[in-house]
């Protein structure tokens, strides 16, 4: 079934929230489902919509897996309970460490990431609560990128052609699949989710996997979290689309205190864009790169090198994998 689209100068955000409160109370009835909670714009909505329509029906998670920026868990996890929405944090470090091993080809970290989420870590969930169905956030441009062969996003599943109820046990529920993130920044407000969520850059599923080129190990993402630490801190103010930093696979030679220090690289994106289909670099100052280039080789142990992305999309990407 082909999914329309519904656009922002179209969308009545009580209208939809109160519409979508409806359908997911009449598709779950009186069952109870799950909800996959990561703290993005699209999920916060999601478990918001979810909590109106089935309260105590509902079971939220958050899935720890390794992937995260720094502090993120607790700090979303005591963002909803100070709504009085209780959140489960699950410890999966392992189940994708192991599922990542040796993977080298983007698409096939992509699908190892979703067979971990779905299959191991909900399918577990799922089974153990009786729930039978899941909530997520997938958006419009999610479809449309995976539909186009673009990227395989995380989340897409039954556009794709998969039975989620044959192959992990559980049916798929996503409210905000006729929505690009602008449309969902104003549902997002009128449920009332303070400006740090509805207001936030976006960030992938796949989180950190995104943003490592060549295999994913535990210690690279140690690196690229660290320096994404510093680009968050150097560029919200900025007011850009997304801001990010990416560690490269090669390493090049550096000098430091007078002697040869073979480092890595983090490359540096800043992305003007509406809604993540076309973007371009933002048209950052010397100074903040010059910032941003001594922080990153300062504070973060084995770098180098650090780069700016100034190539549009398309022909990059927002993320590098
Ligand atoms: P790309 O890299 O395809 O990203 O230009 C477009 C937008 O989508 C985000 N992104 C994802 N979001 N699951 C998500 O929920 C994913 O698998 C995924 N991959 C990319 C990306 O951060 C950007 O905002």
Known sequence: ???????????????FIEEKVREISRTVGDGS??????????????TMLAHRALGRRLRNYFIENGLMRDGEPERIISLFEGMGIKVELVRAEERFFNALKSIIDPEEKREAITRTFYG??????????????????????DIEETVAGIKR???????????????YGYRVIEPLVQLRKPA????????GLPAEIYDRPPFPGPALATRIVGEVT??????????????????????????????????????RAGRRDYGQQIEVRCWDSADAKTASPTRLTYDILDRLAERITG????VVSVTYNIAKKPPSTIEVV
């Open 120 to 141: 191991d870590v909900f399918g577990k969930i799922v089974r153990e609560s009786g729930a039978r169905f899941l909530l997520q956030g997938t958006n419009f441009t």
């Open 33 to 46: 489902a799950v909800n996959a909670l990561s703290g993005g714009v699209d999920s916060s909505a999601v």
């Open 153 to 167: 996003q995380h989340n897409v599943l039954e556009q794709l052609g998969i039975d989620t109820e044959e192959r």
């Open 218 to 255: 535990p210690a690279k993402v140690q690196t690229v979290r660290a320096a994404t630490k510093i680009v968050e801190e150097e560029l919200t103010s900025v007011g850009a689309f997304q801001f990010l930093a990416v560690l490269h696979e090669d390493k090049v030679t550096g000098v």
């Open 184 to 191: 969902i920044r104003r549902v997002a407000k009128a449920l």
């Open 299 to 302: 504070e973060v142990p084995g």
């Open 1 to 15: 079934m082909k999914t329309e689209e519904l656009r922002l100068e179209d969308l009545d955000p009580e209208w």
